[in-house]
């Protein structure tokens, strides 16, 4: 029986792949299949096991069946838009679609459009598209707010979203779902819509985010079938701290990754946060100086060119070692790279393996991470972590629903290209997960704050931004508005920040001003591995000079604390049963023996089915210890809530600390904890009104608000070189938030940022749930003498926000010898 025309393309695909030295993955012979089938879906697969291939083949495959005569015919138009999260996957991406395209004997041309890109550069794909052009989901918006844009996407088959995801939990997400909802209009039902990702928790609804589900015969989940292997090797220490406090042990532990190092052909050292990037590399550098131009670091605030050193030195294997954060993440292929070092706990299964995955990123080969822990209590998380990872334990990743910030910045977007007709548009946007639910009102509310300013901005005519002409087409007529909302698209919101730049001109980077304010002029600071004085800002610049100090302040950027899934959560309290069993069958539980010794003679060690409350005093006053091992955000809520709740009883002043572990209430005054338990504290009913009376909602509110603001388009950072201070955005923000309270409560942007608190900051379902597990938990309610183990480092957490002429370190030390003596 002769072939058929769809086998004798999937042939040439696996022929080529022979020519490589390679083997088809049965998962990537499916993904060409369902493509060549005309389907959408997602391709579920390890990292490193040529996830990339399964969909670039295809698409090329579609091109030569359709010009079997001409496979070498150039300017095809775009054929392609490879979506990608992070500019550093683009280089892989290219390179992986060239080498394919040269060896079919194609004229293909693969772009690259991201904030990199020249504008001369932009102008020729403009005006010439290449026929696969790697981009951002911020650069695709771009795209969309120009004239023309349905010509350029004109011959169109298909969008990848690469590492897909890492962008379903975020609005970075909701911008894909609404530029994928115009794509389908103006390409019809042949348009494609395929998303590459690693394992999470809920892939199902992640294809519900990126294809409708109205589809659904026309898509797929493609799986591979064969697992990463992954090694864990915890670094343990010589002698367990009994009384652990976060970040300490890490440092101790660095004599013993310095050998990690040397063992290995090239190492990827993971922190968590970029001070720590920076902490470590130099503790690194100060412990072996022949590291010196052996290792570097790597994080988001280096400078583009120094990053792409760094990427290229690892790419050549000239680098023993890089002190990363997740910048390096994603999915660059770093063959040469052999070890994983990860600096405290990922706080995340898919974290952890993502990372680990950066090692052995080749079909086959085994990833090996060296988990390092900063106290003594990660050691519990590390064996934690094991297990999510044999259980095939993977997290959920939560969708944006109903993010009127982007919609109302994605519709002026339509209305600057060349504008847009209501009946249309809010069909296609009820076509997202996003919007589906989106009513007429709401949807008459975003066009007349985009028209008119709404209720409240009526009077001001810069809020005036669409005008709807006697067509009935909204668009934007003013040239001036249009240049601000192009330099304003996207959904990243970070602090401001200035660029730091040498008095004798060179950049170094950008660091957040509200560093920078905390400095005075000749203060010493380490930034990207340099000693740097600072001399003064000028402008956006923040100006400096070499430093030989061997000391100086790490700057810390906000947001850098990861939040403990659920997941992972649940096996730490399996790991705390464990412990308190004296099940050692881990070596990080059999390390940890003496701590238990210790917490079990104070106080106790909470099984699954308990909760473990501590109360004592001593000179700084009533301590009140509550441990859920719920992970820090919803410790946050819950510290509110109980704090709230014991004050009906009597009228006390809390101050709150707390950690993945528990949380902390300390009083001046006797805490009437008995009481309170004997009144039903952890109720769920009345959960809505105690939370919003205990935590200052409104003010929390307020803070989240300034982010929706500024992806809405109330707030303007201001244009290249002349960026608005800090200070000037947050009070335009407050003024916005305050005059919507008083004079329009209904306004959808204002009860987004209540509903973002609720959802993802003090994640109320999460919170619920929590609460009806304690409820069916046995209360362990403890006295102790003194401060256990278990609440020592939430002790020193609180002392870390205060302002103190002491060392943190001395006075810890001071504490230790306290506690240690009966």
Same mark, same amino acid.
């Given at each position: 029986? =002769?072939?058929?025309?769809?086998?004798?393309?999937?042939?040439?695909?696996?022929?080529?792949?022979?020519?490589?030295?390679?083997?088809?993955? #049965?998962?990537?012979?499916?993904?060409?299949?369902?493509?060549?089938?005309?389907?959408?879906?997602?391709?579920? /697969?390890?990292?490193?096991?040529?996830?990339?291939?399964?969909?670039?083949?295809?698409?090329?495959?579609?091109?030569?069946?359709?010009?079997?005569?001409?496979?070498?015919?150039?300017?095809?138009?775009?054929?392609?838009?490879?979506?990608?999260?992070?500019?550093?996957?683009?280089?892989?991406?290219?390179?992986?679609?060239?080498?394919?395209?040269?060896?079919?004997?194609?004229?293909?041309?693969?772009?690259?459009?991201?904030?990199?890109?020249?504008?001369?550069?932009?102008?020729?794909?403009?005006?010439? #598209?290449?026929?696969?052009?790697?981009?951002?989901?911020?650069?695709?918006?771009?795209?969309?707010?120009?004239?023309?844009?349905?010509? +350029? +996407?004109?011959?169109?088959?298909?969008?990848?979203?690469?590492?897909?995801?890492?962008?379903?939990?975020?609005?970075?997400? %909701?911008?894909?779902?609404?530029?994928?909802?115009?794509?389908?209009?103006?390409?019809?039902?042949?348009?494609?819509?395929?998303?590459?990702?690693?394992?999470?928790?809920?892939?199902?609804? /992640?294809?519900?985010?990126?294809? #409708?589900?109205?589809?659904?015969?026309?898509?797929?989940?493609?799986?591979?079938?064969?697992?990463?292997?992954? $090694?864990?090797?915890?670094?343990?220490?010589?002698?367990?701290?009994?009384?652990?406090?976060?970040?300490?042990?890490?440092?101790?532990?660095?004599?013993?990754?310095?050998?990690?190092?040397?063992?290995?052909? =090239?190492?990827?050292?993971?922190?968590?946060?970029?001070?720590?990037?920076?902490?470590?590399?130099?503790?690194?550098?100060?412990?072996?100086?022949?590291?010196?131009?052996?290792?570097?670091?790597?994080?988001?605030?280096?400078?583009?060119?120094?990053?792409?050193?760094?990427?290229?030195?690892?790419?050549?294997?000239?680098?023993?070692?890089?002190?990363?954060?997740?910048?390096?993440?994603?999915?660059?292929?770093?063959?040469?790279?052999?070890?994983?070092?990860?600096?405290?706990?990922?706080?995340?299964?898919?974290?952890?393996?993502?990372?680990?995955?950066? =090692?052995?990123?080749?079909?086959?080969?085994?990833?090996?991470?060296? *988990?390092?822990?900063?106290?003594?209590?990660?050691?519990?998380?590390?064996?934690?972590?094991?297990?999510?990872?044999?259980?095939? %334990?993977?997290?959920?990743?939560?969708?944006?629903?109903?993010?009127?910030?982007?919609?109302?910045?994605?519709?002026?977007?339509?209305?600057?290209?060349?504008?847009?007709?209501?009946?249309?548009?809010?069909?296609?946007?009820?076509?997202?997960?996003?919007? &589906?639910?989106?009513?007429?009102?709401? *949807?008459?509310?975003?066009?007349?704050?985009?028209?008119?300013?709404?209720?409240?901005?009526?009077?001001?005519?810069?809020?005036?931004?669409?005008?709807?002409?006697?067509?009935?087409?909204?668009?934007?007529?003013?040239?001036?508005? &249009?240049?601000?909302?192009?330099?304003?698209?996207?959904?990243?919101?970070?602090?401001?920040?200035?660029?730091?730049?040498?008095?004798?001109?060179?950049?170094?980077?950008?660091?957040?001003?509200?560093?920078?304010?905390?400095?005075?002029?000749?203060?010493? *600071?380490?930034?990207?591995?340099?000693?740097?004085? +600072?001399?003064?800002?000028?402008?956006?610049?923040?100006?400096?000079?070499?430093?030989?100090?061997?000391?100086?302040?790490?700057?810390?950027?906000?947001?850098?604390?990861?939040?403990?899934?659920?997941?992972?959560?649940?096996?730490?309290?399996?790991?705390?049963?464990?412990?308190?069993?004296?099940?050692?069958?881990? @070596?990080?539980?059999?390390?940890?023996?003496?701590?238990?010794?210790?917490?079990?003679?104070?106080?106790?060690?909470?099984?699954?089915?308990?909760?473990?409350?501590?109360? *004592?005093?001593?000179?700084?006053?009533?301590?009140?210890?509550?441990?859920?091992?719920?992970?820090?955000?919803?410790?946050?809520?819950?510290?509110?809530?109980?704090?709230?709740?014991?004050?009906?009883?009597?009228?006390?002043?809390?101050?709150?600390?707390?950690?993945?572990?528990?949380?902390?209430?300390?009083?001046?005054?006797?805490?009437?904890?008995?009481?309170?338990?004997?009144?039903?504290?952890?109720?769920?009913?009345?959960?809505?009104?105690?939370?919003?009376?205990?935590?200052?909602?409104?003010?929390?509110?307020?803070?989240?608000?300034?982010?929706?603001?500024?992806?809405?388009?109330?707030? +303007?950072?201001?244009?290249?070189?002349?960026?608005?201070?800090?200070?000037?955005?947050?009070?335009?923000?407050?003024?916005?938030?305050?005059?919507? =309270?008083?004079?329009?409560?209904?306004?959808?942007?204002?009860?987004?940022?209540?509903?973002?608190?609720?959802?993802? $900051?003090? $994640?109320? /379902?999460?919170?619920?749930?929590?609460?009806?597990?304690?409820? &069916?938990?046995?209360?362990?309610?403890?006295? #102790?003498?003194?401060?256990? @183990?278990?609440?020592?480092?939430?002790?020193?957490?609180?002392?870390?926000?205060?302002?103190?002429?002491?060392?943190?370190?001395?006075?810890?030390?001071?504490?230790?010898?306290?506690?240690?003596?009966?």
């Amino acid at each position: 029986m =002769s072939a058929t025309p769809q086998q004798n393309l999937l042939r040439r695909g696996n022929d080529w792949f022979t020519h490589q030295g390679w083997s088809v993955f #049965p998962f990537q012979r499916q993904a060409w299949q369902a493509y060549l089938d005309g389907k959408s879906g997602l391709v579920n /697969a390890p990292t490193g096991s040529g996830k990339t291939y399964s969909l670039i083949i295809p698409i090329l495959l579609e091109f030569l069946a359709e010009h079997p005569d001409d496979p070498g015919k150039a300017n095809n138009g775009l054929r392609a838009v490879w979506l990608t999260p992070i500019r550093a996957l683009t280089r892989e991406i290219q390179m992986a679609a060239e080498s394919a395209i040269e060896d079919l004997g194609m004229k293909w041309r693969v772009g690259i459009r991201s904030g990199d890109t020249s504008s001369s550069d932009r102008t020729k794909q403009r005006s010439k #598209p290449p026929e696969i052009l790697i981009t951002t989901p911020e650069s695709l918006h771009l795209l969309m707010a120009s004239k023309g844009y349905e010509k +350029f +996407f004109g011959d169109l088959r298909v969008l990848v979203s690469d590492e897909w995801h890492e962008l379903i939990g975020t609005k970075r997400g %909701v911008l894909v779902e609404l530029a994928l909802s115009r794509l389908r209009a103006i390409r019809g039902p042949a348009f494609r819509t395929w998303g590459i990702s690693a394992t999470i928790g809920n892939m199902e609804e /992640a294809l519900d985010v990126l294809v #409708p589900a109205h589809t659904a015969e026309h898509r797929t989940i493609v799986r591979a079938g064969h697992a990463k292997e992954t $090694q864990m090797i915890t670094v343990l220490p010589d002698e367990i701290e009994t009384f652990p406090w976060a970040g300490h042990l890490g440092i101790k532990l660095l004599e013993k990754v310095i050998p990690i190092i040397y063992s290995s052909g =090239s190492t990827l050292i993971f922190t968590n946060t970029r001070s720590q990037c920076e902490i470590w590399y130099q503790r690194l550098l100060d412990a072996d100086p022949e590291l010196s131009g052996a290792i570097a670091m790597h994080h988001g605030s280096i400078s583009r060119e120094l990053r792409d050193w760094v990427e290229d030195a690892l790419h050549e294997g000239t680098l023993k070692a890089v002190v990363c954060t997740s910048s390096l993440d994603l999915g660059v292929d770093f063959r040469p790279v052999e070890t994983i070092v990860q600096i405290g706990s990922p706080k995340g299964v898919a974290r952890f393996l993502q990372r680990a995955g950066r =090692s052995g990123h080749q079909p086959g080969a085994t990833s090996t991470i060296h *988990f390092v822990p900063t106290h003594s209590m990660e050691l519990l998380e590390a064996s934690a972590l094991r297990r999510c990872m044999e259980g095939g %334990v993977i997290e959920s990743r939560i969708p944006y629903i109903r993010s009127f910030d982007v919609l109302v910045q994605y519709l002026v977007t339509l209305a600057v290209s060349g504008g847009f007709r209501r009946d249309e548009v809010l069909r296609e946007v009820r076509g997202t997960f996003c919007y &589906a639910s989106i009513s007429d009102e709401e *949807f008459a509310w975003c066009l007349d704050f985009i028209t008119t300013g709404g209720n409240s901005l009526g009077a001001y005519d810069e809020y005036h931004k669409v005008i709807r002409d006697e067509d009935g087409v909204y668009k934007v007529e003013s040239r001036k508005v &249009a240049t601000m909302h192009r330099m304003s698209i996207g959904a990243i919101v970070s602090e401001t920040t200035l660029t730091i730049k040498y008095m004798s001109g060179g950049y170094i980077g950008s660091i957040e001003e509200y560093f920078i304010s905390s400095l005075k002029p000749g203060d010493t *600071f380490w930034f990207a591995g340099r000693s740097l004085k +600072f001399v003064k800002v000028k402008g956006n610049d923040a100006l400096v000079k070499r430093s030989n100090a061997k000391k100086g302040k790490v700057p810390s950027w906000r947001g850098g604390r990861m939040q403990l899934s659920s997941q992972l959560s649940e096996f730490l309290r399996l790991a705390m049963g464990e412990l308190k069993r004296e099940d050692y069958h881990d @070596p990080e539980l059999l390390k940890l023996a003496p701590l238990r010794d210790i917490q079990v003679k104070r106080s106790a060690v909470p099984a699954p089915d308990e909760l473990l409350i501590e109360y *004592f005093h001593d000179r700084e006053g009533w301590h009140l210890v509550v441990y859920p091992c719920e992970g820090r955000g919803i410790h946050e809520g819950l510290a509110s809530l109980i704090a709230y709740r014991i004050s009906q009883f009597a009228p006390l002043t809390f101050t709150i600390a707390m950690n993945d572990y528990g949380f902390e209430l300390l009083s001046d005054q006797p805490i009437p904890i008995e009481e309170a338990l004997g009144s039903d504290l952890f109720n769920v009913t009345e959960l809505n009104a105690d939370l919003n009376a205990g935590i200052n909602a409104t003010e929390m509110a307020r803070r989240r608000f300034r982010d929706i603001a500024a992806i809405a388009g109330l707030i +303007f950072k201001g244009y290249p070189g002349k960026h608005k201070k800090e200070k000037h955005l947050q009070s335009g923000s407050q003024l916005f938030f305050d005059v919507f =309270s008083d004079y329009e409560p209904s306004n959808l942007l204002l009860q987004q940022a209540y509903d973002e608190i609720m959802t993802f $900051q003090l $994640q109320e /379902a999460r919170l619920r749930s929590a609460l009806d597990r304690i409820n &069916a938990q046995k209360i362990l309610f403890l006295q #102790p003498e003194k401060a256990t @183990p278990f609440g020592f480092a939430l002790i020193v957490d609180r002392l870390r926000e205060r302002i103190s002429s002491e060392k943190l370190e001395d006075r810890i030390k001071r504490m230790r010898l306290a506690l240690v003596w009966d």
